[in-house]
């Protein structure tokens, strides 16, 4: 494979949506392929330890047996009306946990209490996991794997996590939203570079209106207020999106990694990572956070919170009937109606005034996305 370039024309796929590499810890997906190795993913952007763990089975494997009747038969989700519902409620609770998290953080008393939440959102992440590969549920089996590998993922993960909510605290949801569409061009950047890995010519002309409808809006978003109530987009907010977003593409390209060295889903993957991240945070908490205190917090701010862990929970529960029913790929769709559900939902709740310019600055980097979402789909179906 050449290096001399980003695309090549018949280069198989290699690139995926962002939205498809995590489980929602703040409203984003999971895969659930397992990819075979290959000698050309076999530079990686850590050395990884080798562990000569057997192959685990994931919950393709139960449904076989399910089928010669050694295990109970998994309703998976797979007819179109169970399907459909559980594609709504998926939507409906990512576009609520975004703003659920956006009330949360818009209280001063919890604005500095960024690495307690996230360590919330972790462990209920890590509780209902756990209930989820129970034998009477059996939804996915588990992998356990040592610590020691598990480190720098995890470590990735918490920064992405505190990053995220970080970026959702300090801009719009609009811009947000917009910004994380960058997740797509820069991890196709990170896979060039360090796994030598292309993607089709069609779909490389997208990232460049892509990257170039989220600097419109950066631009013209904080132009375009009239209403002192509503939030500004400042070089603060512009500068923890794109950390979020370099750091959420690192993380994006080492789970797919970690995936074909050790063989797991994205759910065993996480399965691992979310109860490490979440004691890895919680000893830092007494020296990042100011705490609130509780008889002074308002108790409705407490609801949100207790909300937004069941949102969590309830994404992370959709996302897996989705992949099981429909496959990854009408997960990414879903992702898209997503972020244009929430984007035009923060300008209407935000009450900020939709300008020409910020406008044809959502609907070229929305666009691009789809575009290349359609571009990579069809590859797909000629190089599976």
Same mark, same amino acid.
């Given at each position: 494979?050449?290096?001399?370039?980003?695309?090549?024309?018949?280069?198989?796929?290699?690139?995926?949506?962002?939205?498809?590499?995590?489980?929602?810890?703040?409203?984003?997906?999971a895969?659930n392929?397992?990819e075979?190795?290959?000698?050309?993913?076999s530079?990686?952007?850590?050395?990884?330890?080798?562990?000569?763990?057997?192959?685990?089975?994931?919950?393709?494997?139960?449904?076989?047996?399910?089928?010669?009747?050694?295990?109970?038969?998994?309703?998976?989700?797979?007819?179109?009306?169970?399907?459909?519902?559980?594609?709504?409620?998926? /939507?409906?609770?990512?576009?609520?946990?975004?703003f659920?998290?956006?009330?949360?953080?818009?209280?001063?008393?919890?604005?500095?209490?960024?690495?307690? @939440?996230?360590?919330?959102?972790?462990?209920?992440?890590?509780?209902?996991?756990?209930?989820?590969?129970?034998?009477y549920?059996?939804?996915f089996?588990?992998?356990?794997m040592?610590?020691?590998p598990?480190?720098?993922?995890?470590?990735?993960?918490?920064?992405?996590?505190?990053f995220?909510?970080?970026?959702?605290?300090?801009?719009?949801? /609009?811009?947000?939203?917009?910004?994380?569409i960058?997740?797509?061009?820069m991890v196709?950047?990170?896979? @060039?570079?360090?796994?030598?890995?292309?993607?089709?010519?069609?779909?490389a002309?997208?990232?460049?209106?892509?990257?170039?409808?989220?600097?419109?809006i950066?631009?013209?978003?904080?132009?375009?207020?009239?209403?002192?109530?509503?939030?500004?987009?400042?070089?603060?907010?512009?500068?923890l999106?794109?950390?979020?977003v370099?750091?959420?593409?690192?993380?994006?390209?080492?789970i797919?990694?970690?995936?074909?060295?050790?063989?797991?889903?994205?759910?065993q993957?996480?399965?691992?990572?979310?109860?490490?991240?979440?004691?890895?945070?919680?000893?830092?908490?007494?020296?990042?956070?100011?705490?609130?205190v509780?008889?002074?917090?308002?108790?409705?701010k407490?609801?949100?919170?207790?909300?937004?862990?069941?949102?969590?929970?309830?994404?992370?529960?959709?996302? @897996?009937?989705?992949?099981?029913?429909?496959?990854?790929?009408?997960?990414?769709?879903?992702?898209?109606?997503? /972020?244009?559900?929430?984007?035009?939902?923060?300008?209407?709740?935000?009450?900020?005034?939709?300008?020409?310019?910020?406008?044809?600055?959502?609907?070229?980097?929305?666009?691009?996305?789809?575009?290349? /979402?359609?571009?990579?789909?069809?590859?797909?179906?000629t190089?599976?």
């Amino acid at each position: 494979m050449a290096r001399g370039s980003l695309s090549q024309p018949d280069s198989p796929i290699t690139i995926r949506h962002p939205e498809r590499h995590s489980i929602v810890l703040d409203g984003s997906d999971a895969p659930n392929n397992r990819e075979s190795r290959s000698e050309s993913s076999s530079a990686t952007l850590l050395e990884m330890d080798t562990v000569d763990e057997p192959r685990k089975l994931d919950y393709q494997d139960i449904e076989k047996q399910a089928e010669d009747g050694s295990r109970p038969k998994l309703n998976l989700g797979n007819t179109r009306a169970r399907l459909t519902s559980w594609m709504t409620l998926n /939507t409906i609770a990512t576009v609520a946990i975004v703003f659920t998290n956006k009330a949360i953080f818009d209280d001063p008393t919890f604005r500095h209490s960024q690495v307690a @939440f996230a360590t919330f959102h972790l462990f209920i992440t890590a509780i209902t996991l756990y209930l989820l590969s129970r034998p009477y549920i059996a939804l996915f089996v588990p992998n356990p794997m040592r610590l020691r590998p598990m480190l720098p993922l995890a470590t990735t993960m918490c920064l992405n996590v505190i990053f995220q909510n970080l970026s959702l605290t300090y801009s719009s949801i /609009t811009f947000y939203q917009i910004a994380r569409i960058l997740f797509t061009p820069m991890v196709a950047l990170i896979n @060039f570079l360090f796994y030598q890995k292309s993607i089709p010519r069609n779909a490389a002309y997208t990232l460049l209106p892509m990257c170039l409808g989220v600097f419109i809006i950066s631009y013209y978003e904080p132009k375009s207020t009239a209403h002192p109530e509503a939030e500004q987009t400042t070089l603060l907010s512009v500068f923890l999106a794109l950390t979020s977003v370099f750091i959420g593409s690192i993380y994006t390209v080492w789970i797919a990694s970690y995936q074909r060295k050790y063989e797991m889903n994205g759910f065993q993957l996480l399965y691992n990572q979310a109860p490490i991240g979440g004691v890895m945070l919680m000893v830092l908490i007494p020296w990042t956070d100011k705490l609130p205190v509780v008889q002074e917090a308002p108790v409705n701010k407490w609801l949100m919170i207790l909300l937004s862990g069941g949102l969590a929970a309830l994404i992370n529960l959709s996302q @897996f009937f989705i992949i099981a029913g429909a496959g990854a790929v009408s997960s990414t769709v879903v992702g898209h109606v997503k /972020t244009c559900a929430i984007v035009a939902l923060g300008w209407i709740i935000s009450r900020r005034p939709v300008t020409d310019r910020s406008a044809f600055g959502v609907i070229l980097a929305i666009t691009s996305v789809i575009i290349y /979402t359609i571009i990579m789909m069809k590859q797909t179906k000629t190089n599976p």
